[in-house]
């Protein structure tokens, strides 16, 4: 049996690993750990020099990175949309969260949000390669937890069916659609 520990990092590429590290020591904070470089990828023996960064990102969590020189030039899905694919970092509560959006918007980082999600609030932005990041802070109460927990495989399997929003758990955007109606 397979017993994960944790997540002990995540790896996207840049366009520039100096650029990188300095816009996230300088808006998020994180601190600079690690730089590898080779001329070779270890794994595949592959002639491809890269360097490979790691920041901490709180509590045992490292965000990594690779920028790659020789490799064309990076883009992103253009069949996903660009709110897919995102790294959330958690925040300790609304104060922080508030603090860090106005953090960032003196920084000249556009953000959006706060948005509701009901048992998480979260505001979104962009680093310098164009990965959407989310900061957020957990407000649901176990009892919801529980309930979105219990109703998770009912949904997956409706889901599975007909592609379409089971609404086992529309009460998580109720107040971010109110505006809608």
């Known amino acids: 049996m397979i017993d994960i520990q944790q997540i002990h990092h ?3 590429r840049c366009r520039d690993a100096k650029e990188t590290v300095e816009w996230y020591q300088d808006k998020l904070n994180m601190e600079f750990l690690v ?3 080779e001329d070779r990828v270890p794994s595949t023996k592959a002639p491809d020099p890269y360097m490979h960064l790691f920041l901490n990102a709180g509590n045992g969590n ?3 990175f690779f ?3 020789n490799s064309p030039e990076m883009g ?3 069949n996903t949309p660009e709110w897919v694919q995102h790294i959330a970092f958690r925040v300790a509560d609304e104060a922080a969260l508030l603090s860090a959006k106005e953090q960032l918007e003196s920084k000249g980082v556009e953000v959006i949000g706060p948005t509701e999600h009901g048992i998480i609030r979260s505001i979104y932005f962009f680093d310098p390669n164009g990965h959407r990041l989310e900061l ?5 109460t176990p009892e919801q937890m529980r309930q979105l ?3 998770a495989p009912a949904m997956i399997e409706e889901w599975s069916k007909t592609k379409r929003a089971p609404k ?3 009460w998580l955007h109720e107040e971010e659609f109110k505006a809608l109606d």
């Open 35 to 37: 730089a590898i470089a």
């Open 67 to 69: 920028e790659l020189p």
């Open 62 to 64: 490292i965000l990594a």
């Open 168 to 170: 086992h758990a529309a």
């Open 76 to 78: 992103r899905d253009p």
């Open 10 to 12: 995540v790896a996207y």
């Open 136 to 140: 957020t802070y957990v407000k649901g």
């Open 149 to 151: 927990k219990e109703v």
